[in-house]
């Protein structure tokens, strides 16, 4: 990669910390430690070359290997690092403001965001891994022309941009799962139906006739499969979502209403708060 020299991971990191830099790019070697704190401030995203990855998240384990995209979340409980003798990997940490108040599209991020919280690794294919790389490089060297007369507004393009290439490939992934899931058990599908409409649509009614059963017969699939009702489900996919977008604060809450397909901003207001405990308004208030 073009006009970057490569440091131990902890080395470069602290000095671009120095420096307060909002995108940093490095080598990751076995024996490279990442600093304690490290995903508070920053997404991470890891591209694994060689050799793999060991880690807890939220509490799973997971493991990465060579040819595998890791992405983390700023703010995810991400612990027990490891790295086999043999690992390599191309990191690279956006800070968080500089994402999220680069969004093209509050909406069109809420799958990857959802699927990225439960499925931290991905399996890109050739074009799309060297579109990763690229797209780091590019990235990074935007984030490198401080002297540029138009820094901020070319920076949040070039982050739009990664972003948007992002998206396509988690897309590919989700499109995968959802192949998978379509051949799956009835709960599986109303898991898939629900992650895919639950913005729009609320009542189990509406889940059961596209499986083509009863919502009480529903309702007892679900219990059977988790102890946790259709309904339960629905709200805690909705919630999901309902607290992205309330955290993007380029959308206003009348917006918000309106993209999930409520009458009014008084009913999407009764609705938060009977999910969260806030109105949406008290809820930006504390973030």
């Known amino acids: 990669m073009s006009n970057i020299t490569y440091y131990q991971l902890i080395v470069i990191f602290l000095l671009n910390m120095a420096a307060n830099q909002k995108v940093m790019l490095c080598k990751a070697v076995s024996g490279s430690e990442f600093p304690v704190d490290f995903n508070i401030r920053f997404h991470t995203h890891i591209y694994c070359q060689s050799g793999s990855l060991k880690f807890v ?9 060579k040819g595998e995209f890791v992405f983390w979340l700023a703010g995810i409980n991400v612990s027990d690092l490891s790295f086999s003798t043999s690992f390599r990997a191309t990191i690279l940490f956006v800070d ?3 994402l999220t108040e680069s969004l093209p599209s509050a ?10 919280k439960e499925y931290p690794i991905l399996h890109p294919d050739k074009k799309d891994k060297e579109k990763i790389l690229k797209n780091f490089e ?4 935007m984030s490198q022309e401080t002297g540029h007369r138009f820094y901020e507004e070319a920076l949040k393009l070039q982050m739009q941009i990664f972003l948007l290439e992002m998206w396509h490939i988690f897309e590919d992934e989700l499109d995968r799962r959802k192949r998978s899931l379509q051949s799956g058990t009835l709960y599986e599908q109303f898991i898939q139906l629900v992650q895919q ?3 729009t649509q609320r009542e189990v009614r509406f889940y059961s006739d596209q499986l083509n059963i009863t919502p009480k017969y529903l309702n007892h699939i679900c219990k059977v499969n988790t102890a946790i009702t259709a309904s339960e489900w629905i709200q805690r996919n909705a919630k999901e979502r309902i607290i992205i977008l309330l955290q993007n604060k380029n959308l206003n809450i009348s917006e918000i209403a309106d993209e999930m397909d409520f009458s009014s901003r008084s009913f999407f207001t009764r609705y938060v708060k009977k999910l969260l405990g806030v109105t949406p308004k008290e809820y930006r208030e504390r973030i």
Do not use: E, P, R, V
């Open 57 to 65: 998240f939220n509490g799973k384990q997971y493991q990465s290997k």
């Open 96 to 98: 968080s403001d500089l």
């Open 107 to 116: 909406t069109a991020s809420i799958d990857s965001i959802i699927h990225s």
């Open 138 to 141: 590019l990235l990074y060297d």
């Open 197 to 199: 409409h639950c913005m």
